[in-house]
């Protein structure tokens, strides 16, 4: 059975930096594309960031570019999304995703159905 536990978040001030972190088992992580998805209460799920089964090709929404940063390590299973210049409106639980479309096109990572499993998320809020 997959698992995917992310960590990292918390509270911090506008402005401020967050590192979270999501750990993989039970699948080979290195065949799988991975992204951080976001949720606020009474929102859709919001694409934040992917990348492919390598981690060669990234993707961001707009509202992330050049302030989040996403890599994975496949040879630990695990996947970091550097946040920096962090603003209220990242306020959010921030979830990671595994899809078997390795390669991962910007339109299939940002599609809900494109995920076969799914992390419990990790709160980030920031204060103004």
């Known amino acids: 059975q997959v698992q995917l536990v992310e960590s990292g978040g918390g509270l911090v001030q506008a402005g401020d930096s967050l590192i979270l972190s999501c750990a993989a088992s039970?699948?080979?992580?290195?065949?799988?594309?991975m992204s951080w998805f976001r949720q606020t209460p009474g929102l859709e799920r919001e694409f934040v960031a992917g990348?492919?089964?390598?981690?060669?090709?990234?993707y961001y929404t707009d509202s992330v570019k050049g302030r989040f940063t996403v890599s994975r390590d496949n040879a630990k299973n695990t996947a970091t999304l550097q946040m920096n210049n962090l603003k209220p409106e990242d306020t959010a639980i921030y979830s990671c995703?595994?899809?078997?479309?390795?390669?991962?096109?910007?339109?299939?990572?940002?599609?809900?159905?494109?995920?076969?499993?799914w992390g419990q998320g990790t709160q980030v809020t920031v204060s103004a």
């Open positions: 995703a595994l899809s078997r479309y390795g390669d991962g096109t910007p339109l299939i990572l940002q599609r809900l159905t494109s995920y076969t499993d």
């Open positions: 990348m492919s089964y390598n981690g060669v090709n990234k």
């Open positions: 039970g699948r080979t992580f290195s065949d799988y594309a």
